[in-house]
């Protein structure tokens, strides 16, 4: 009987160890660079709308002309209220943590063509054209909450049996997190039924949460995560 032979891979040279790890950086990089040109746009033009009264939802109501939500929800704060799902999309094909860090990227290029846009209409700009201060870092920190809240509760709750819990915790844990930043830090003091809206929003951006569902169950097929998850 012949003794058996130990068999050995090669050992990687440092050379090869350089190029093997240079190559995953690079392609880490170029999806992460991928992932925010698809967020950033969804921002800016989240950021552009800011200001202007959303009456679609107005119809719920009914004739409590106080409690409509176009007295607190913008075309931009709805248009923001997507990027949530954006990332859930993000987080199921990459995982939670590539999502988070191509949230972190896509508000470095908002930020930038922000402050870009800013410097070429300072001449013109008056006084009242921009939001207040303490509205900018409020509706910011919130919307960027949100968007890492939707990317972590997707990743702690993906794997069950029922495919829509994953989607549907992550967007309402999203939009809570941007509803108790966002409302409190904008309006406390100012007089304003800040509580009533904030009730108010979430039942809003719980219902677009619900819509949501069937484009995620469309998606699901076609979406298969990277490897690690399982295929949840």
């Known amino acids: 009987m ?12 440092a050379v090869e160890r350089l ?20 967020l950033t746009p969804l921002l800016l033009a989240a950021i ?17 002309v106080g409690s409509r939500p176009s007295n607190w929800l913008t075309r931009g704060g709805f248009i923001m209220a997507l990027a949530p799902f954006l ?29 870009a846009e ?3 209409l300072a001449p013109s700009l008056e006084d009242g054209d921009l939001p207040g201060v303490r509205y900018t870092v409020f509706f910011t920190a919130s919307a960027m909450a949100a968007q890492y809240m939707a990317a972590s509760i997707y990743d702690v709750v ?12 992550a967007a309402l844990c999203a939009y809570f997190t941007y509803a108790i930043i966002y409302f409190p830090g904008v309006y406390a ?9 904030l009730i108010g929003d ?11 569902l069937p484009v995620y169950g469309l998606l699901r097929g076609s979406l298969k995560p990277k490897g690690g998850y399982g295929g949840k």
Request: proline share 4%.
């Open 118 to 120: 800013l410097s070429y």
């Open 202 to 212: 979430f039942a809003v951006k719980a219902l677009v949460a619900l819509a949501f």
């Open 2 to 13: 012949e003794a058996a032979v130990e068999k050995r891979q090669p050992r990687e040279t």
């Open 87 to 115: 990332v859930i999309i993000f987080a199921r094909k990459y995982g939670g943590d590539e999502a988070s860090r191509a949230v972190t990227a896509s508000w470095g290029l908002a930020a930038i063509a922000v402050f």
């Open 189 to 197: 003091g100012s007089g304003a039924p800040w509580l009533n809206w």
């Open 19 to 38: 190029a093997r790890k240079s190559g995953e950086f690079a392609t880490a990089f170029t999806r992460m660079v991928m992932l925010a040109m698809m």
């Open 48 to 64: 552009l709308t800011v200001d202007i009264p959303m009456h679609a939802f107005d119809w719920m109501a009914g004739e409590a």
């Open 158 to 169: 993906r794997g069950s049996l029922r495919w829509w819990r994953a989607p549907l915790y």
